[in-house]
């Protein structure tokens, strides 16, 4: 593997606190990916990609820049990718998914936030990520009141545009989110120097629409009774696709289900015949967040399917494609945005909706519905998730999780009874 340190030297990161995040996720990745057994091929792509996890992409990102391009970094699965594309630039999520960074959050966040929030400030500001310290500008968004707060406080330190989200979906609502879209336009055009035009925009949309088609792909294939896959497989392709090139996402993907098809047709499942199918609903799990799929599927459960942002909110409807003037395209990515359910809207039955669709097309016996501690959002909507599963007799466990470890055990005790009651 090249050595990485000089580049990490040059992107201002302390590299003494790097190198402690460095020793513990290998181990960590060994232990909850590379036990498992059967596993299609074609991760080992992604297996690679999280061995150098800090090397690749962040170099790939520093040699784009050195040939003029802007690299942005966003939060949310709300941000239209599109319209940076469109001009141009690069995208790259940055939602904190690791314990590692919490602490140098905590230094300016409150302790009573949640973790995935303070990871991302602290992954910033103590200079322990390279895509935090790649990125060119942030693009923030106003969904929850911990990330309003947050932005102010990254912008002090990093360029920062903050897209203001509408909380309801009424027709006012839906032009005042193509109007923040305008804008984000607008300063993406003047960070990159480069116009975007229907045509740029146009193959843009064709290009974030196929990667969503191909991540459908494996969805599509984890709906078989042959599970073809693991759930925590599933979840490292999404998580991976935040960050990666979109196109060679939609090519990686695309091989990956051609495997998972062919799987399905030979009859090769990664478990035994009768394990419980489940559903894990609620709060995003950013890279390296594996746990609750880790404690599920290390307690004879499989996870088929993920209600969630690092999930089917992410890849689930396309972009109209068919317009060609720029406030009629800005309207079609208007209309797919705003079809995302993320519990910051109210109301939000269309949620609710969404996670029984989801529970019948997975075929699942049961969901889990999680959220992250200090997320008031999604656990607060847990009650309606919870009451309209048992009213469409789909068995329900609600949980919440912290990014460290000091619940795991409790929280595997509560998931080993809840698939002893599915049996
Ligand atoms: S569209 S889920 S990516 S906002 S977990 S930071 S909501 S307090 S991440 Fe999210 Fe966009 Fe919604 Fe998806 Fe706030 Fe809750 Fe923390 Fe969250």
Redesign the pocket.
């Given at each position: 593997m090249a050595d990485r340190r000089p580049m990490w030297e040059n992107l201002g990161m302390d590299l003494e606190a790097h190198d402690q995040l460095c020793a513990v996720l290998p181990v960590a990745f060994g232990d909850i990916y590379l036990s498992q057994e059967n596993r299609p091929e074609n991760m080992a792509f992604y297996d690679m990609v999280v061995a150098d996890i800090h090397g690749i992409r962040p170099q790939e990102l520093l040699d784009a820049q050195a040939d003029g391009r802007k690299v942005f970094g966003t939060?949310?699965?709300?941000v239209p990718d599109e319209v940076i594309i469109a001009a141009d630039g690069i995208v790259t999520g940055l939602?904190g998914g690791s314990q590692f960074w919490v602490p140098e959050g905590e230094k300016v966040l409150p302790k009573s936030?949640?973790?995935?929030?303070k990871a991302s400030v602290g992954a910033r500001l103590g200079r322990t990520c390279p895509y935090f310290r790649v990125a060119d500008m942030y693009i923030g968004?106003t969904?929850?009141?911990?990330?309003k707060k947050a932005w102010e406080i990254l912008g002090e330190d990093v360029p920062m545009h903050v897209m203001d989200m509408p909380q309801m979906k009424r027709p006012r609502d839906h032009e005042k989110w193509v109007g923040e879209i305008e804008d984000l336009a607008g300063v993406v055009e003047e960070t990159t120097g480069n116009e975007i035009t229907p045509e740029s925009l146009s193959e843009a949309i064709r290009i974030v629409n196929e990667k969503r088609r191909a991540l459908s792909r494996i969805y599509e294939a984890r709906k078989s009774k042959t599970i073809p896959i693991s759930g925590k497989d599933a979840l490292l392709v999404v998580q991976i696709a935040f960050f990666d090139d979109p196109e060679r996402c939609a090519q990686m993907a695309d091989k990956l289900a051609d495997e998972l098809e062919q799987r399905i047709a030979d009859g090769v499942s990664v478990f035994p015949e009768g394990t419980k199918r489940i559903m894990i609903t609620g709060?995003?799990m950013a890279i390296p967040n594996w746990k609750m799929h880790h404690l599920v599927e290390t307690s004879g459960g499989a996870v088929v399917c993920e209600e969630?942002?690092t999930g089917t909110?992410y890849f689930e409807h396309q972009v109209d494609n068919s317009a060609d003037t720029l406030p009629e395209q800005y309207k079609a990515l208007a209309d797919r945005y705003l079809n995302?359910n993320?519990?910051?809207f109210t109301p939000n039955e269309t949620r609710i909706e969404d996670i029984i669709r989801l529970a019948k097309e997975y075929d699942v016996d049961g969901v889990i519905d999680v959220?992250?501690k200090?997320?008031?959002?999604?656990d607060t909507e847990s009650e309606s998730v919870q009451d309209a599963l048992k009213k469409a007799g789909i068995p329900v466990l609600a949980l919440e999780t912290d990014y460290d470890d000091s619940d795991a055990e409790q929280l595997r005790t509560r998931i080993e009874a809840f698939l002893e009651v599915l049996d």
């Open positions: 939060f949310c699965v709300y939602c936030m949640c973790p995935l929030i968004e969904t929850c009141d911990g990330k709060t995003p969630s942002c909110r995302i993320c519990a910051c959220h992250l200090f997320c008031t959002l999604y």
